[in-house]
């Protein structure tokens, strides 16, 4: 029998909630973000119902088996678990390490990039001019729910970050054409700092240049670029590697 309950809607980006699709995703958002949680739905053959109900008992959100509800907000994905959550501002801590992405393009790279820089201690990300919406339900899925253990934050410009978090802070974009390459001999030592990516298509405008000290990740001439999440990937581990991973 169904709830006595209207079916979720379809995603929007214009919705004050959004999705958490599968069952870890959803349970790292009733661990971690549990007042945001609004309903939990769940198949009749998802094996760890007894689990799921525990946690959602603990933070009082509804537990529901509802397998339509499922079909309707995963969208044809095989989806055994989704949380439903409120929308919620990201904020960023000024004595962390933080990486900042200027117009994200992909919402798979996005959500790799989340569980990336999560699995090297950074808890702080920024996102520069829009670009990919961050609560798409894709993007949550391909974190793996590590954006709710994240702090992210969006600004309109490289400007308004600046001047909310640039003093005292040492700024690194990475660039093609950047001045000084990354090795893990070569990379700074800083207290705090600011790892700066640009859009996938495109990288960093040529102003970054006049930005912090700008990097390069050398590479052979068989590739235009590497993939944003990979480059990311090498910047924050090379830099947490040589800096410390930051405190929690």
Known sequence: MAPDRELPKKYKKEFDHSYALGPFPTFEMLRYR??????????ERFHQWEKLQALCDQAGVPCL?????????????????????????????PGRPHVALVE???????????????????????????GVDLWNPKVV??????????EVAFFDDFTAYMERFGPGRDIFPFMLDG???LTPESCPQSPIYTLVFGNEATGLPPEFQGVGRSLFIDQTDAVDSLN??????????LFTQKNGRPSQ
């Open 228 to 237: 944003l999440a990979v480059a990311v990937g090498v910047g924050t581990y």
């Open 34 to 43: 549990p007042e945001q949680a609004r309903c939990v739905y769940m198949d």
């Open 65 to 93: 088996v509802w397998n339509k509800a499922l079909e309707r907000i995963a969208q044809k994905e095989v989806c055994y678990a989704a949380g439903e959550f409120e929308k919620y501002p990201g904020r960023l801590h």
């Open 104 to 130: 994200p393009g992909d919402m798979g790279n996005l959500g790799t990039i989340l569980r990336t820089v999560l699995g090297f201690g950074i808890r702080d990300l920024a996102v520069i001019g829009g």
């Open 179 to 181: 001045g000084t390459v």
């Open 141 to 150: 899925r391909a974190s793996m729910g590590a954006v709710f253990r994240l």
